[in-house]
């Protein structure tokens, strides 16, 4: 008797347990970006540097996996940059020439343990940057913004942190850029 128990009880508790997992699962993103003044089409070139942060525990992959999926939408989506390169361009100070940097400012892997309103919350990984676009002339700054996304099973992936974050981050700033563009 006890071992039917367990053979009928085992596979429903697995099932509802993995259901719970999958479904409590999500990718959120967030966005805000002051309005560009002016339009950024009057930039022929646009240079994308590697992300830094002071945050200590950031995966290094980040700082580079982010600049790398913008440079690759941007060119994909042929927004009407001549030139997208990633790290420093070298040419002529008179060429028209947009700088994206960012700066990772909020990071919490999906490994970490929180109460929250008296529930313990597990799993979720979040990451917040914050882009500048500069003219390289001038140094200027022509606008920025923050991205923030939040994977509500972080811990289930590799790296402790989806790299669905990664694009989800580099789609909000590659559709700001387009929009003003």
């Known amino acids: 008797m006890n071992k039917n128990r367990y053979s009928v009880s085992f596979p429903f508790i697995f099932s509802l347990l993995s259901l719970s997992i ?3 699962g999500d990718l959120k993103v967030t966005s805000y970006f002051n309005p560009s003044d002016p339009k950024l089409n009057k930039y022929k070139t ?3 540097a590697d ?5 200590t525990d950031v995966p290094k992959e980040a700082l580079t996996r ?4 913008v440079a690759k939408l941007i060119v994909s989506k042929n927004i009407g940059f001549q030139k997208v390169e990633r790290g420093s361009i070298e040419g002529d100070p008179t ?3 947009l700088i994206l940097v960012g700066e990772i400012t909020g990071y919490e ?3 970490s343990f929180k109460e929250e309103g008296g529930a313990l919350k597990f799993g979720e990984a979040s990451l917040t940057v914050h882009v500048w676009l500069l003219d390289k002339n001038t140094g200027d700054g022509i606008t920025d913004g923050e991205v923030s996304g939040l994977s509500t099973i972080g811990f289930l992936r590799s790296g402790f942190i989806t790299k ?3 694009e989800a981050i580099a789609q909000e700033v590659v559709k700001f850029i387009s929009k003003n563009y």
């Open 46 to 48: 646009l240079e994308i």
């Open 164 to 166: 669905g974050v990664y």
């Open 95 to 97: 060429q028209q020439t």
């Open 22 to 24: 999958t479904g409590c």
């Open 66 to 69: 982010i600049s790398d999926e």
């Open 51 to 55: 992300f830094e942060t002071e945050i």
């Open 109 to 111: 892997s999906g490994k």
